[in-house]
């Protein structure tokens, strides 16, 4: 029991947080390795909707319209074109109107953020209906109109209050870091248990452009313990170095393995 209960805390202490990766050889006889993301949902229209823990929604199609109810937390939605049928985001009191995009809406205590990532969507609150903008016959949405409503393109964002107000809500674009670091939750995350370094290597093979190889079979035996984002390949070879005292060599295109850090010419060379 002793030994099962210090095991435990091993590796809580080793997981990774929001911006730090680590790994660690943890003596145990269970191993493990596999790919975990975001909840996925394909709608009957071929549009798939990715949750963030937490998130729900109701889907209300109808032959002239697809409304989705964002019910709680954030969602992103790529969006099957279709102009003849519109997209139709509800959170709370605001609307997301799209034909073929994709975004993202988080759903707040007191206003909803929209982060658009492919294509255009405009953003509807109730106090920007009631300025009697035109609204078509078929639903309660207002059609697009960029002077009234705010037209999010990719790379832009928008957050409109919950409650009314006369204000338009501003349209900002972010840089690719920031648009990046705001949606990470839908970036898979590779996870080990006792897992051999050549089987890692393996599956971060899968989602990295960069090869990693292990230089010897000592090097690709050894046992790796954590969590990662499978676009970090340079975050998992760093806690490597450190937690198991290997070298990288960096290669085009390749990052190899060996046994034993670097010594301090050698990293001068």
């Given at each position: 029991?002793?030994?099962?209960?210090?095991?435990?805390?091993?590796?809580?202490?080793?997981?990774?947080?929001n911006?730090?990766?680590?790994?660690?050889?943890?003596?145990?006889?269970?191993?493990?390795?596999?790919?975990?993301?975001?909840?996925?949902?394909?709608?009957?229209?071929?549009?798939?909707?990715e949750?963030?823990?937490?998130?729900?929604?109701?889907?209300?199609?109808?032959?002239?319209?697809?409304?989705?109810?964002?019910?709680n937390?954030?969602?992103?939605?790529?969006?099957?074109?279709?102009?003849?049928?519109?997209f139709?985001?509800?959170?709370?009191?605001?609307?997301?109107?799209?034909?073929?995009?994709?975004?993202?809406?988080?759903l707040?205590?007191?206003?909803?953020?929209?982060?658009?990532?492919?294509?255009?969507v405009?953003?509807?609150?109730?106090?920007?209906?009631m300025?009697?903008?035109?609204?078509?016959?078929?639903?309660?949405?207002?059609?697009?109109?960029?002077?009234i409503?705010?037209?999010?393109s990719?790379?832009?964002?928008?957050?409109?209050?919950?409650?009314?107000?006369?204000?338009?809500?501003?349209?900002l674009?972010?840089?690719?870091?920031?648009?990046?670091?705001?949606?990470?939750?839908?970036?898979?995350?590779?996870?080990?248990?006792e897992?051999?370094?050549?089987?890692?290597?393996?599956l971060?093979?899968?989602?990295?452009?960069?090869?990693?190889?292990?230089?010897?079979g000592?090097?690709?035996?050894?046992?790796v313990t954590?969590?990662?984002r499978?676009?970090?390949?340079?975050?998992?070879?760093?806690?490597?170095?450190?937690?198991?005292?290997?070298?990288?060599?960096?290669?085009?295109?390749?990052?190899?393995?060996?046994?034993?850090?670097?010594?301090?010419?050698?990293?001068?060379?």
């Amino acid at each position: 029991m002793v030994s099962v209960a210090c095991g435990l805390a091993l590796y809580l202490g080793i997981q990774r947080s929001n911006t730090h990766d680590t790994v660690a050889v943890i003596p145990t006889v269970a191993t493990a390795a596999h790919v975990s993301g975001p909840e996925r949902q394909m709608l009957s229209d071929g549009s798939v909707v990715e949750f963030k823990p937490g998130a729900t929604i109701t889907v209300a199609f109808s032959e002239e319209r697809r409304v989705v109810i964002l019910r709680n937390g954030e969602a992103h939605f790529s969006v099957t074109p279709n102009p003849q049928r519109p997209f139709i985001v509800e959170a709370g009191s605001v609307k997301i109107r799209a034909v073929g995009t994709a975004f993202a809406v988080q759903l707040g205590g007191t206003e909803v953020e929209v982060l658009v990532t492919e294509g255009k969507v405009t953003v509807a609150s109730p106090s920007v209906e009631m300025a009697g903008t035109a609204t078509s016959r078929t639903d309660s949405v207002p059609i697009a109109s960029p002077d009234i409503f705010p037209l999010v393109s990719a790379g832009q964002r928008t957050s409109v209050p919950l409650l009314p107000t006369t204000t338009i809500a501003p349209v900002l674009t972010i840089s690719p870091a920031e648009l990046a670091e705001r949606l990470s939750w839908r970036v898979p995350r590779l996870e080990f248990s006792e897992t051999t370094v050549s089987d890692a290597i393996a599956l971060f093979g899968h989602h990295s452009p960069v090869r990693l190889r292990a230089a010897d079979g000592e090097v690709a035996a050894m046992r790796v313990t954590g969590v990662f984002r499978s676009d970090n390949i340079d975050g998992f070879v760093r806690a490597l170095e450190t937690s198991l005292g290997l070298r990288a060599e960096y290669g085009v295109g390749e990052i190899r393995l060996h046994r034993g850090k670097w010594s301090l010419p050698d990293r001068q060379k």
